[in-house]
């Protein structure tokens, strides 16, 4: 059975690599970098800003004139400094049911709580946004918009937290969901020769705080610094 998922996976992965290199060569692509600022909003605790990157590629797919769709891949580095409270053991307590029923169960124990002073969260994501893109001529160049709904894999976290293992972790292993889901804007200005300027923002959707030791909620959001080039297609 592992054979057969294998190999259909396997499968799957050339034929989304051949059809990605068929969007390639018609459309033609756009590389681009930049750096971020990256904050969590978070419920319970103070957090700031930390600084990030971000790499992609996009195809740009033309919809009518001045109206495309942008398909892409990113690796987005984000996270945030912040100031908490981390409860670091439980506690058994007898509850009871509704048939009168004692039960026990396992909660985080308040007692054990230490405060934590500027503690930088890094979370690394794998990130693939759906961009509508609308341009117009300004000058010699084009002024541009877009927007849409990004999903966002954590491939690697980690954090200044000074334990035995620094906390080098894959993400269902600390506090953080492995999943995002939410929304990129971006404004810029394209020279005719292809490179390209803008100014975005990531923000996530979801709530990434896995439901755990630490009572909060947290949300992603990022500012985008991006310079990239396009390079066009047959």
Known sequence: MKKIVCTGLMLF??????FGQNLLKEYGYSVYGGVSLSSLEKDTVSSSSIPGFHLGVAVEIPVSGRFS???GVELSLKGAKINRWKITGVKEITLMDSENNPYTQIVPDTATAIFQRGVTE???YLQMPILAYYHFEVG??????AGGPYG?????????EKDEENRRAPFYANEYGKFDLGLQLKAGYELPSGWFFSLGYDMGLLNIANNGLYND?????????????KVWGN
Not at 13 to 18: C, E, G, I, M, T
Request: hydrophobic share 50%.
């Open 13 to 18: 992965a050339l034929a989304s690599f051949s």
């Open 69 to 71: 769709i942008q398909p």
């Open 152 to 160: 966002a894999f954590g491939v690697y976290s980690r954090a200044s």
């Open 217 to 229: 909620k947290a949300k992603n959001r990022s500012i985008l610094f991006t310079i990239g080039r």
């Open 140 to 145: 010699s160049g084009k002024f541009f918009v």
């Open 122 to 124: 890094r979370l690394l």
